[in-house]
């Protein structure tokens, strides 16, 4: 049984199964064909075709299936008509690859295939092959180092996102990938750079900085970077509210903003604007915030009652990390495209999309 098979069995057998399959199954590629197109790189182009509409169809299908876990041979069914797409897939990539062995673009392409189907090793390699023949490309030095990122060895995605934005300091997703994982790993950020906990902080941020300027309205990405102030001990209060109003300017329709309210009003209650934080949970009315509204009613009361109190007896009010991370499973601005707590940010997305969606 191969490593799609068995992702794609555990997500028959989980309970939100689109979700599940979405994990497994990405929508994105690390690599771009000219629109200027030779025989070769249209024949890449339409391998590429095939490897997208395989995916789209592989997830369709399991997410519309009604097989119940216990029937074990209908499962085996699905699983069988999985494997042969995908199979029709690598053949194509491999036919491909077999006339034109020289095609660095060729292996990125079968590399973030395998990628999507959950052969990160296999990926590995032709991510490997891609780099010899092709050194310039800056995304496979993106994959390359979404992989260490993920798998293990550091200091070799610290130095490959370092070259992927030397080869391209116009791709947004490089500077993301970058702060994602010098923010969630700080400890080797912190031995590879010879830097203070707080510098790392400090460098995570100015790498997502950097991304903004060149995607500013791109709201998973001003979510991402608003959600790391949450790690940063003490809080940079006024840093977080920046933050957040600037994830509240670009939010494009109610649910969007209301998902920001939600932070923008822990952030406030946190640091005792309570009318500006009641003022945000008043305009929450989507049902699928009910529950945090309600937390944040209770603990909105408390501090108020605790402000009241005689002094001496009011600590300085904190943002629990545990609430903020549990929080994070429920809706909120951008948690449709791309998870960014600190639980899920290792699912980094590759560059340039190419042929799926825009960054």
């Known amino acids: 049984m191969n490593d799609l098979t068995i ?17 497994l199954v990405q929508e994105q590629t690390g690599i771009s064909v000219p629109v200027e197109r030779s025989p070769e790189e249209q024949e890449l182009r339409n391998v590429m075709v095939e490897d997208e509409n395989a995916l789209d169809e592989i997830g369709s299908w399991i997410a519309t299936n009604q097989i119940p876990r216990t029937d074990t041979n209908a499962i085996a069914g699905l699983r069988r008509r ?67 990122g993920e798998n293990g060895g550091l200091t070799n995605a610290f130095t490959d996102y370092a070259e992927a934005i030397r080869l391209d300091p116009t791709e947004p997703v490089y500077y993301q990938n970058f702060a994602t994982t010098v923010y969630l790993f700080r400890k080797d950020a912190r031995a590879y750079y010879g830097i203070t906990e707080a510098q ?20 998973v990405l001003a979510t991402d970077y608003a ?4 790690g940063i001990r003490p809080l940079r209060t006024n ?18 903003r209301e998902g920001v309210l939600i932070h923008l009003a822990r952030i ?43 002094p001496g007896t009011n600590p300085n009010p904190v943002i629990s990390p545990v609430a903020v991370l549990a929080d994070t499973n429920s809706p909120s601005a951008g948690s449709q495209n791309q998870a960014t707590s600190a639980a899920g940010r290792t699912n980094m997305p590759v560059a340039p999309p190419a042929l799926r969606t825009n960054p």
């Open 227 to 230: 959600e790391s102030y949450y």
């Open 82 to 148: 999985i494997g042969s797409r995908v199979d029709e897939v690598k053949s194509a990539y491999e036919r491909f690859l077999h006339n034109h062995p020289q095609s660095g673009r060729g292996f990125l392409a079968y590399g973030s295939f395998l990628n999507d189907i959950g052969d990160e090793w296999g990926a590995k390699t032709e991510y490997e092959n891609s780099r010899l023949l092709d050194p310039k490309n800056p995304a496979v030095w993106n994959q390359l180092a979404n992989y260490y």
């Open 239 to 256: 840093d977080a509210l920046m933050a957040w109003t600037n994830c509240l300017n670009i939010s494009k329709d109610d649910n969007e």
């Open 7 to 23: 992702g794609l069995l555990s997500a028959l057998l989980a309970t939100n199964q689109p979700q599940a399959v979405s994990n």
């Open 200 to 219: 790392v902080f400090d460098k995570a941020l100015d790498l997502y900085r950097s991304a903004m300027k060149l995607a500013p309205d791109n709201l």
């Open 268 to 310: 406030k209650i946190s640091a005792g604007l309570f009318d500006e934080a009641q003022a945000h949970l008043n305009a929450i009315t989507n049902p699928a915030f009910a529950d945090l509204r309600e937390r944040l009613v209770r603990n909105l009361a408390e501090k108020r009652g605790k402000a009241m109190s005689p």
